[in-house]
């Protein structure tokens, strides 16, 4: 498989498959990156940093990430892009380089696409929690289609709802088995109903 050439945007956050990112975009080489890939109709990579920060110099990102495609912009003050995105697909890394206006580009490698699982009845939980959140936040907070019956569209959507610390995330985007992350976001969902109780 020939290997994919994308810019990264490396966050302080872990995209998954299917959700919504939305991002401010202010830096020059983020800007020429938003315009080239608008320009294209190409995706970016989002990937959690693993040292550095968001801002200033280049950060080190994780290995693996997730491409982004812009599904909306607007500028209502200058020099501020606010850009709406949608997680595509998972991808490795092969090797990056940055470049001299500090933005990093990579080689990747696109990981096989989950197929969507029936879900099983002992998660069933899982998917009546996100069904609350639609219902107490109102559609936007996910994509339409909403499915609820996927395991691999439920696993992603708990993934990025619930307050686990961000490497913890990132394993969990990094996993292949749609049901071990969900059997893992059980846990984490029942040890905080203990705990709370």
């Not at 929690?129 to 107490?136: D, G, P, T």
């Not at 559609?139 to 909403?146: D, G, K, N, R, S």
Request: proline letters at 7%; hydrophobic letters at 45%.
């Amino acid at each position: 498989m020939t290997p994919l050439r994308i810019p990264l945007f490396p966050l302080n956050t872990v995209l998954f498959p299917g959700g919504l990112l939305p991002l401010r975009v202010f830096e020059a080489r983020y800007m020429d990156m938003t315009r080239d890939c608008m320009k294209n109709a190409a995706p970016f990579g989002v990937c959690l940093i693993r040292e550095g920060r968001e801002v200033g110099a280049p950060a080190t990102p994780e290995s693996i990430g997730c491409l982004a495609q812009i599904t909306d912009w607007d500028m209502r003050q200058l020099g501020l892009l606010q850009l709406k995105t949608q997680g595509v697909q998972r991808f490795r890394i092969q090797d990056r380089e940055t470049g001299a206006n500090g933005l990093i580009s990579a080689n990747v490698e696109l990981l096989t696409v989950e197929a969507p699982l029936q879900l099983p009845e002992q998660f069933a939980g899982c998917a009546r929690l996100l069904q609350r959140v639609v219902k107490e936040q109102g559609t936007q907070v996910f994509e339409e289609p909403h499915r609820f019956d996927d395991a691999v569209w439920v696993s992603y959507r708990l993934s990025e709802i619930l307050p686990v610390p961000m490497p913890a995330r990132q394993q969990l985007l990094e996993l292949t088995d749609t049901l071990a992350r969900l059997a893992i976001l059980q846990q984490f969902l029942g040890q905080r109903v203990l705990s709370s109780g």
